[in-house]
């Protein structure tokens, strides 16, 4: 990836006595000195390439304040509100936060302004911004990232009381009034309750911190008096008595550490001239009574955060959220990679709740549990023995620029945590159908007749797929929107040839354009003066990424974003047809000659805003730019497919990400459960990991078994490194082939509950693959769990992640009835239970009490099967009850938002098995289409009932009798009951009778 | 219960499913070829067994769009299953066996140019038979044609092959007779060479001593100047030396420089060398010129030492230089390190001093060293003649040897090659075949080495081996080795062709070559008759002469 890679060491030569001047001479050895010096830089690890907390000046000075809370005995925050300043009117509380530490200054600091916002669902917005600040802080995050001007709350109902006696204003509120915020003056900290339970708190460990701006004159005028004045240095100690008596005493060394690279910071080579000075926050979060924590994406880490602080804690360094492109990263690291989502949610059997920490400069957060957690959680068990203290997780958050910006969800349920976020940050814009089909990717297909021959081989091989993807190689010397003539001579034809089959292509666009003046995009943006500046706001920033020597489009330009989107037109990207879509890489931005192989922080965007203010939110202003042209390209919009590799919460608005530059290991794959996971709960489902590892060549056990672990990732693309061998899914021959061809027929055939659950988040946020302890919130046992997972309400899935592996053990969650997909034997729950998983599959699950849709053909494509017979798989519980729905509309077009679709619940009760139409309201109105009128008509050819307990007798609809042929599961169990052509279609009402 | 009336459309798509069915009754179900005809029929009851006899279900259950048996045997004309295969009857052409997956997919199967899978409506794919047939025909015949040339040629290379390894050998026996005399006329002639040298050596012996003088003269201001250049040299190497010696003992450690870190890193490199290999620093007396009262040593000797130790000099100047010239390139100016910026100060003095050397150095190329001056008389002439005579035949005797010996290894390299079954690839060994695409030429020769060519050469492998049983595919390997990749191979896949040559080159996987090869080698050996027509007309074309160079 690093370009000073790609160099050959020469072989030194050797002058020969004849024809050599001392000058070639010279000129031959200096080649024998370059070996030298390469020798002694190519073992230069990556680990090296990016800063630690401790090497990012504001992560080391807040961390160096929070150990010195630690440390001091009787830590009080030095902030306090003014009480005449508090205000409560149409749901916003405000008032002014003073630092009593810095109110002894001859000229006492302005003060911050609190503002805390109740909104209309049920969530709280807790703001802190300088009140007189000498500049603006950035507070633009707010415009890309949510959805709509929140609404102020004016029509929330709440409560205000208040005890002048201890400082603390309390407010209830909430749609059932179940929420309670109390409000502490001095010192400063905010508790939310929840039905009276303390939830979630907010500087309880007086970590907040706040570095005011200032002008570097003065700053330099103070330090030289503060060296005359030793009265300066000391600090105000409250001694036991609670008297304040001021103690002589030298700074410490925290405390110096805490007046560190302020003006200016040093990393490797790199020099970050920081023109506005500090500017970093940091405040600790608490959540009580709750020991699991999640979210903050993406991380190669567990689904529940470890501890980074405190005795034992298993990491030492802090998340960090700051994109980057890290090449080859290690799994189990808290490290950043290529997205950030400052979202964390944290789950109890009692309670849950979650923050947004809606800031997109470089991010740190520190997760501690409370020590008394490990007994605690056993004494927990102990039913109505109380604990001297509940397990408690604290965090704290630091951020380099900008406002605190933060809200606070307090449920009650996970449901409505992942709809109040969603309706905030947006939901999942749904994709078009073949986008969760099945992707090949490869760096790269090298030529048209490449292309034809891999499309070829999977219609040889019987393996559906839907996508073809083209790397980087594809462009003419890496300028995207070209085509590498020579080797695609006919990129329309090849499109079409494709699309004859029912498939799709995606090309790769990056946000560097390289510095070519003959290249139209590179000339054109040059002309608009689109580019991200240097320091100095003129000049264009320039470094290097694949085509060498490139500059980045500033899509903070709203000129940039619109001629950024003009540029997907068919006539513009010459060579493109609607059947080619877009994959935006690169985007964190990845600068490989910028200090930690991105772009400085003090470089320009529009509008005079430093990059350091809007770095992680960089990736999905491309993003968004690149959905908006592939949705103008055509008259009537179809919807685009956009595949990013940065994100930031709001992504989901314009398409799916992935998880970046994984390796072909076992490890890997492993990991690639809780990132998903995680990445989901953030806002973020539709998402997925590289099939195969991109680096290194899988063995043929690991690709299969890594095949059947995609099947359950919500995106589903095989990727593979330019290194690598090539590993389409024919190439081990069997049983691999046959093996992998199953388990993408598998994927194939629950398409159309896939397709139902994108819609459903596409509503309300909800994740599609979702942890354990969403569907099961009251089990603790899994609350940590990330090595099996749900895919929707319905199927559970356990990846198998080690070689070798014939068994598996799995945690069958809740009383009921879980059925093996393929053969419907029968587990029950709950507890742990091995099963086998033999090569050919892995276990998965039906959860009794559920219905899926499936569509049972095998096909070449998703397109091919748009008019298949559908298929009910009827998995009773034990009261013979189950539900499921399905969500069906045209697949590509708008249409849809005009209630130009079918969403139908099933349900089976008391014997009966009915269709109803399940559109919202507000959608019913609409006319439908003759396409989704078609997919009305088509019928379902069989039902398949399990979890009966007798075999099935007799199954009517409208009173004529069907054919059902019953076996016992293969180990008991139950019976699985097969009715035939039930002559019911899949769009209309129906009411089947079974006994 | 409503379900009657919105079923409506449901059954008239049922009717219309099972009407087509019917439509067929009697003959064939759809999608089954006839040749399984007989598997297609009810028993008695009107029942039907599945084709795995897993099942029996009503005859009326076959083709009824549902997958009744577990094998998809009950469908071959419908999707229902998707295991199957559906038979495209193709009238005006060959029919075919599609996978039943693809029936009713929306795709017009170009196997299927009857249209005959597309059924439902959804789309119209026009049956093409006629036009793919009339094509295929064509197209058939013309492999066909190629075939039989193939063939016929295929058969002369066998011949060839057979007769070359018997005339292969039979030279190899007559070559290893003439051995033992080839190595007696060497010796003889090396005793010769050695007779006469003494008797020139005998000669020289009583003039030794002036001679020695007139060229230590002669040589003197060569000598000076080299000695001149050497102490320069090592004067620069020392400066050099004692710059990166400072440089790594008071540069600023915690400005994290790269570039001067990565200088001291190298200079670390080379101190560790040093100590390994102490020989690399010349000794110092070296430095004096020498005079011609020295008789230890000739003056060319001491003339080509003083180059040498020059030159291992310059190496080190030129890796020493380089560690400075890369920080003072790279260098961070705003550290304002003194150490570093000493150590650019001194690397730009260097640099510009070089140049002026090369002045000092005069005419910009290594000195010439004269032929010996000397007056010759009749007698030395007569000696060195008859010496350089025996020189002469000695090499002459040499290289015969030589040559005798490089064709029997040749020969027997030749001999052991697996040339295929039946020899046929003895034709084709040791000839090379080049492909041109849009950036290189790509060639490899038969058995022997593949490479790709532009500016440079890359080599791309060696013949290692068959791959498979065919004797079609070859692998050639142990290449150039691919930065970050494996040594470079390339895979070598033959087709029947008419003449030999490269169709295709690619390169599927980084450094792994895909060569594709047209030749009659590989072509089907059909039987004479077939082809006793065509063999009796005049055509010549293609025909290979015998190489009896072999």
Request: glycine content about 6%.
């Amino acid at each position: 990836m690093d370009s000073a890679r790609g160099l050959t060491p020469s072989s030194p030569a050797r002058p020969s006595r004849s024809n050599r001047s001392s000058r070639t001479i010279l000129r031959s050895v200096l080649a024998l000195g370059l070996v030298l010096a390469c020798a002694s830089t190519a073992s230069a690890v990556k680990r090296e390439d990016f800063k630690t907390c401790a090497q990012s000046g504001f992560c080391a000075r807040n961390r160096a304040y929070a150990d010195i809370a630690k440390e001091a005995p009787d830590w009080v925050s030095p902030f306090q509100l003014t009480p005449a300043s508090v205000r409560l009117r149409n749901g916003i509380f405000t008032a002014d936060l003073i630092n009593t530490h810095e109110s002894t200054n001859p000229s006492p600091r302005p003060p911050l302004a609190l503002e805390l916002h109740l909104l209309d669902n049920d969530a709280v917005r807790v703001r802190i911004n300088e009140r007189d600040a000498i500049l603006p802080r950035y507070d633009g995050v707010q415009e890309t990232v949510l959805v709509k001007p929140y609404g102020f709350a004016s029509d929330v109902t709440y409560e205000l009381s208040t005890d002048t006696a201890s400082g603390t204003t309390t407010i209830q509120y909430g749609s059932q009034n179940q929420n309670t915020v109390k409000i502490g003056s001095a010192p400063f900290k905010i508790e939310f309750l929840v039905n009276g339970v303390s939830t979630v708190l907010l500087n309880d460990e007086g970590l907040l911190r706040f570095e005011t701006l200032r002008r570097k004159e003065e700053e330099q005028k103070q330090s030289d008096d503060d060296s005359d004045d030793s009265d300066d240095s000391k600090l105000v100690d409250q001694d036991s008595e609670g008297e304040s008596s001021e103690i002589v005493i030298e700074k410490s060394e925290l405390e110096k550490k805490l007046e560190e690279n302020l003006w200016e910071e040093r990393f490797k080579e790199f020099t970050d001239s920081k023109p506005r000075g500090p500017e970093s926050f940091g405040m600790d979060i608490t959540f009580s009574g709750i020991n699991h924590v999640y979210g903050i994406p993406e991380h190669a880490t567990s689904l529940s955060l470890k501890a980074t602080r405190g005795p034992d804690a298993p990491y030492s360094e802090p998340y960090r959220l700051y994109n980057l492109d890290v090449f080859e990263y290690e799994a189990n690291n808290p490290m950043a990679l290529y997205g950030s989502v400052p979202f964390m949610l944290g789950h109890s059997k009692n309670s849950t709740a979650a923050v947004f920490w809606m800031n997109a400069a470089e991010t740190w957060i520190d997760v501690e549990k409370s020590a008394e957690d490990k007994s605690s959680g056993l004494l927990s068990w102990i039913k109505g023995k109380k604990t001297l203290s509940t397990p408690t997780t604290k965090t704290h958050w630091i951020s380099e620029s900008g406002v605190l910006d933060l809200f606070v969800f307090l449920g009650p349920t996970q449901r409505d945590i992942f709809r109040q976020y969603s309706s905030l940050v947006g939901t999942t814009v749904l994709p078009q159908s073949f986008a969760i089909a099945y992707h090949q990717c490869r760096w790269n297909y090298n030529t048209q007749q490449d292309v034809a021959e891999t499309d070829a081989g999977f219609d040889e091989h019987d393996i559906p797929y839907d996508v073809l993807w083209l790397d980087i190689e594809h462009t003419n010397g890496k300028r995207y929107f070209t085509w590498d003539e020579p080797k695609f001579p006919n990129p329309t034809d090849m499109q079409q040839s494709l699309a004859s089959r029912g498939r799709k292509m995606v090309t790769i666009v990056d946000p560097h354009i390289k510095m070519d003046s003959s290249f139209y995009v590179s000339k054109e943006g040059g002309e608009l003066d689109v580019y991200i500046k240097n320091k100095d706001g003129k000049s264009s920033f320039d470094g290097w990424c694949w085509p060498g020597n490139s500059q980045w489009i500033d899509f903070y330009n709203p000129k940039a974003r619109d001629w950024w989107a003009s540029q997907f037109s068919y006539d513009r990207y010459q060579g493109s047809t609607k059947s080619l879509f877009t994959w935006n890489d690169m985007n964190e931005p990845s600068v490989f000659n910028g200090p930690e192989i991105t772009i400085p922080k003090d470089t320009i965007h529009y509008g005079d805003v430093e990059h350091r203010n809007v770095h992680n939110l960089y990736g999905t202003m491309f993003h968004s730019a690149t959905a908006q042209g592939l949705t103008q390209r055509n008259e009537t919009q179809q919807r685009p497919f956009v595949l990013s590799r940065a994100f930031y919460a709001g992504t989901q608005r314009y398409g799916a990400i992935w998880t970046g530059d994984n390796m072909a290991t076992w490890e890997h794959l492993e990991y690639a459960s809780p990132m998903l996971l995680t990445i989901g709960l953030a806002g973020i489902p539709f998402s997925g990991a590289d099939v195969g590892g991109f680096f290194g060549n899988p063995d043929a056990e690991l690709l299969t078994r890594w095949y059947q672990a995609g099947v359950y990732y919500p995106f589903f693309r095989a990727h593979a490194h330019v290194d690598s061998k090539r590993r389409e899914p024919w190439l081990f021959g069997e049983p691999y082939t046959t093996q992998i061809r199953e388990a993408v027929r598998t994927r194939y055939a629950y398409l159309p509950f896939w397709y139902t659950l994108f819609y459903e988040t596409s509503v309300d946020g909800t994740p599609i693959i979702r942890p354990m302890f969403t569907e099961f919130p009251e089990d603790e046992a899994v609350f940590a769990m990330d090595d099996q997972y749900m895919v929707g309400n319905a199927l559970l899935v356990k990846p198998v992640s080690k070689p070798g592996v014939t068994r598996s053990t799995v945690y069958f969650a809740g009383s009921e009835k879980w059925f093996d997909i393929k053969d419907y034997s029968v587990e029950q729950g709950p507890g742990f239970k091995e099963v086998a998983s033999p090569a050919d599959k892995i276990p998965v699950y039906q959860r009794a009490g559920t219905i899926l849709p499936k569509r049972e053909r095998p096909r070449r494509s998703s397109k091919a099967m748009e008019n298949d017979p559908f298929t009910l798989v009827i998995a009773l519980d034990s009261e013979g009850k189950a539900t499921g729905r399905i969500y069906l509309d045209d697949g590509e077009t708008f249409s849809y938002e005009h209630g130009d679709f079918i969403l139908r619940e099933f349900e089976a009760t008391g014997g009966v098995l009915s269709s109803r139409d399940a559109r919202p309201a507000s959608k019913e109105v609409a006319k439908v289409s003759d396409f989704v009128q078609r997919i009305a008509a088509l019928r379902i050819e069989r039902l398949v009932f399990v979890g009966s307990k007798v075999a099935l007798k007799k199954v009517s609809v409208g009173g004529q009798e069907l054919p059902v042929e019953c076996v016992l599961a293969p180990n008991g169990g139950g019976h699985v009951c097969t009715v035939k052509e039930p002559r019911v279609t899949i769009g209309e009402d129906f009411e089947l009778l079974f006994e | 219960m409503k379900a009657t009336s919105v079923c409506l459309p449901l059954f008239a798509t049922l009717a219309l499913s099972v009407a087509v069915a019917r439509a067929e009754a009697g003959q064939l179900p759809r999608g089954v070829a006839p040749s399984k005809a007989q598997l297609y029929t009810s028993d008695d009851s009107g029942r039907w067994k599945c084709l795995d006899g897993s099942k029996t279900i009503p005859f009326s259950a076959v083709n009824d769009d549902y997958c009744d048996c577990k094998d998809g045997s009950d469908e071959p004309g419908t999707s229902a299953c998707g295991t199957g295969y559906f038979h495209c009857t193709n009238v005006g052409h060959i029919g075919s066996d599609i996978k039943s997956s693809r029936v009713n997919d929306g795709v017009c199967d170009p196997e299927c140019c009857d249209g005959s899978d597309e059924y439902d409506g959804q789309i119209y794919c026009p049956n093409i038979c006629e036009e793919v047939g009339a094509k295929a025909k064509e197209e058939q015949k013309r492999v066909r044609v190629i075939q039989e040339q193939g063939s016929r040629l295929r058969k002369q290379y066998i011949e060839h092959g057979k007769s070359v390894k018997s005339k292969m050998q039979e030279e190899i026996a007559q070559l290893k007779g003439k051995t033992e005399q080839l190595l007696k006329d060497t010796n003889d002639a090396r005793d010769k060479l050695n007779e006469a040298s003494e008797e020139v050596e005998k000669y020289y012996e009583g003039t030794k001593k002036e001679r020695a003088a007139a060229r230590w003269t002669q040589l003197a201001p060569l000598i000076k100047e080299q000695t001149r250049r050497l102490k320069f040299a090592l004067y620069t190497k020392k400066k050099l030396f004692k710059t990166l010696k400072q440089l790594k003992d008071n540069y600023n450690k915690n400005y994290h420089d790269l570039a001067v870190k990565s200088a001291v890193a190298g200079f670390d490199d080379y101190l560790e060398t040093l100590d390994k290999d102490t020989d690399a620093d010349p000794p110092a007396a070296s430095v004096e010129e020498g005079t011609a009262d020295d008789t230890e040593i000739s003056a060319d000797d001491q003339f080509d030492k003083v180059t040498q130790d020059t030159n291992i000099v310059l190496r080190e100047i030129g890796s020493l230089f380089e560690l400075l010239a890369g920080m003072a390139e790279d260098y961070n100016i705003e550290y304002n390190d003194e150490a570093v910026l000493a150590a650019v100060t001194v690397t730009k003095d260097v640099e510009r001093n070089w140049d002026q050397i090369g002045l000092e150095f005069k005419d910009d190329t290594e000195l010439v060293v004269p032929e010996e001056e000397s007056d010759e008389t009749p007698e030395e002439k007569a000696l060195k003649e008859a010496s350089d005579k025996a020189q002469s035949d000695l090499n002459d005797a040499m290289a015969e040897e030589e040559r005798v010996k490089d064709r029997i290894e040749d020969l027997t390299r030749k001999l052991e090659t697996d040339l295929g079954s039946d020899e046929t690839f003895a034709q084709l060994l040791d000839q090379c075949f080049d492909y041109k695409d849009i950036e290189y030429t790509y060639s490899v020769c038969l058995f022997g080495d593949a490479n790709q060519r532009s500016q440079t050469t890359t080599f791309l492998g060696k013949f290692s081996t068959w791959v498979g049983d065919n004797y079609d595919t070859q692998l050639y390997s142990g290449g150039t080795k691919c930065w970050n990749g494996p040594d470079r191979s390339v895979k070598l896949v033959m087709s029947c062709g008419t003449e030999n040559k490269i169709l295709s080159v690619s390169e599927p996987e980084k450094c792994e070559y895909l060569f594709k090869l047209q030749t009659p080698a590989v072509c089907p050996i059909l039987p004479d008759d077939d082809i006793e027509k065509e063999a009796a007309a005049p055509e010549k074309k293609g025909n290979t002469k015998n190489h009896d160079e072999l």
